[in-house]
């Protein structure tokens, strides 16, 4: 962990969550009021409740994101929704190439890098995921693939660390194993040196986010690495009592 950059621990919900669940935003809002939290908190909810989320969220210390965003304004798209629909709902926030949608929907790192810049012309943060398969760690690429990766999706104008990285491999999400300490310190340092290469002194304040299977039980271990600043978690965000665990770690 970084001192100076300010963690943010983002909660993926992925296609889980009808308005019954808002009451664990409400709850995560009082344990963190609670716990006068010193991190950014993020949820992103499935799109159909983006906007009630925020309105529940409305002046309180969690913020609300999309997971996904069409890399145009508007049109015909069906099914899509663009980033400033996001804004209009209250989203601050929107993950981008995240693995699942790499996979199910191919998308290419050239597509995510149009819907992140899309992103921060709407004025919302893009998380833009990357990590590698299982195949490619064991065939010792996995640097190889998340540099390329961060080449292709990573818009070209950063202004003062208005994107963040999450570093998912996609071997861990969702499957309850994860990297050793030395692995995840070696690519977030790895990343960090790629961000700074590319962008100078604001590569340096860009959060970089460790994602794949991170618990109350693991965090401890993982959140204290060296450019680890913050998370992004799946499973473990659906319940707030799970993540005020993890925002314990810090
Ligand atoms: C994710 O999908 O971004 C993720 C990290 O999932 P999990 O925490 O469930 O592994």
């Not at 290419?108 to 149009?114: E, H, I």
């Not at 299982?134 to 693939?145: P, S, Y």
Request: proline share 4%; with cysteine.
């Amino acid at each position: 962990m970084d001192s100076a950059i300010r963690p943010l621990i983002a909660g993926n919900w992925k296609m889980n969550g009808v308005t019954q669940n808002l009451s664990q935003l409400e709850a995560l809002t009082s344990g963190l009021v609670a716990r006068a939290a010193t991190c950014d908190v993020l949820i992103c909810p499935p799109a159909t409740l983006v906007r009630v989320a925020a309105t529940t969220c409305a002046d309180g210390p969690v913020l609300i994101g999309g997971q996904d965003c069409h890399f145009e304004k508007g049109g015909a798209h069906t099914g899509d929704i663009s980033a400033d629909m996001l804004v209009d709902a209250g989203a601050k926030f929107v993950i981008v190439g995240h693995s699942e949608r790499r996979a199910d929907h191919h998308e290419s790192s050239a597509l995510v890098r149009t819907k992140a810049q899309a992103a921060q012309e709407a004025g919302l943060v893009p998380i833009i995921c990357v990590g590698e398969t299982q195949d490619e760690k064991l065939a010792g690429r996995a640097l190889e693939i998340v540099t390329g990766q961060l080449t292709g999706s990573v818009p070209d104008i950063v202004e003062g660390g208005d994107i963040v990285i999450a570093y998912e491999p996609v071997w861990a999400i969702g499957t309850g194993m994860v990297p050793t300490s030395d692995d995840i310190a070696n690519m977030h340092g790895a990343i960090r040196d790629w961000l700074a290469g590319r962008f100078g002194a604001d590569g340096a304040t860009i959060r970089i986010l460790y994602g794949g299977s991170l618990k109350p039980s693991n965090a401890d271990q993982i959140l204290p690495l060296a450019n680890v600043n913050g998370g992004l978690i799946g499973g473990a965000s659906l319940k707030a009592e799970d993540l005020l665990g993890i925002i314990d770690a810090l």
